[in-house]
């Protein structure tokens, strides 16, 4: 069928759009801190200088500390109740402006932030990778998803996949809705998570790493592993963005 001249100017339109978008997903046109235009990178080098990078963590929650651990040495919270997963990268504070461009993210749809934000964890991911076989992005109750339009945790795992080619798998579910974990205490946030994913399909995988923006006592994450690791994976592990200490 032939298409109409105005048809034709119609698909080159959106042709291009989608062009523009995808260069700039590849070649960002501004530093999405500080709107420094020309760099060919998410992050400018004066702001991700300047970014509340943690420096000492539990290896294995991802607690920041004041000082590092001996190797193979984890922090009290995890020798008195241990995690079901087993490593943790979780490269920021939860911190300004961090916290601000994940709130935009995730309550503002601008998702232009997912890969920028998703970026910054990737340094600490890259050495690590044949550690892991799949990414488990951290899914949100079916009604909240369809309300917000997206799922941050998927928004970043799509930009570590690419990078890795670690494959996505999107194997839980949550069973019911949640309250947000933030304003919780230890106890309400423990009692709040609980039961709150099933397996959907076989994980088809074996040392999944779960993906989601923040962690903070990790409770979310203690539940997605234990249902991941009782569906038969051997081991699991996190990355965040952000660790929000309590």
């Not at 099933?198 to 997605?224: A, H, K, N, S």
Request: aromatic share 8%; net charge positive.
């Amino acid at each position: 069928m032939r298409r109409s001249p105005h048809t034709c100017k119609m698909f080159t339109a959106v042709a291009q759009r989608t062009g523009r978008y995808l260069a700039d997903l590849l070649q960002p046109a501004a530093c999405v801190f500080c709107g420094e235009t020309g760099l060919g990178e998410f992050v400018c080098q004066g702001c991700h200088a300047d970014l509340p990078w943690i420096r000492f963590a539990c290896e294995r929650c991802g607690t920041p500390l004041a000082a590092p651990l001996q190797t193979g040495v984890v922090c009290g919270s995890c020798q008195q109740r241990p995690p079901p997963f087993y490593s943790t990268i979780a490269p920021l504070h939860y911190d300004f402006p961090l916290d601000a461009a994940i709130k935009a993210l995730k309550f503002e749809r601008r998702l232009y932030l997912a890969p920028a934000m998703a970026s910054l964890a990737l340094p600490r991911l890259a050495p690590l990778a044949d550690s892991f076989d799949a990414l488990v992005p951290v899914p949100l109750y079916r009604w909240r998803h369809a309300r917000r339009g997206f799922n941050q945790a998927q928004e970043l795992a799509k930009y570590l996949h690419r990078f890795t080619a670690l494959p996505v798998r999107h194997c839980v579910a949550r069973t019911r809705p949640t309250e947000p974990q933030s304003g919780l205490d230890a106890a309400t946030r423990k009692s709040n998570m609980s039961g709150a994913f099933r397996m959907t399909t076989v994980p088809r995988c074996q040392r999944p790493l779960i993906i989601d923006d923040v962690m903070t006592t990790g409770e979310t994450c203690r539940v997605l592993a234990s249902t991941l690791l009782a569906a038969g994976v051997e081991r699991v592990g996190v990355l965040t963005i952000a660790h929000a200490s309590p």
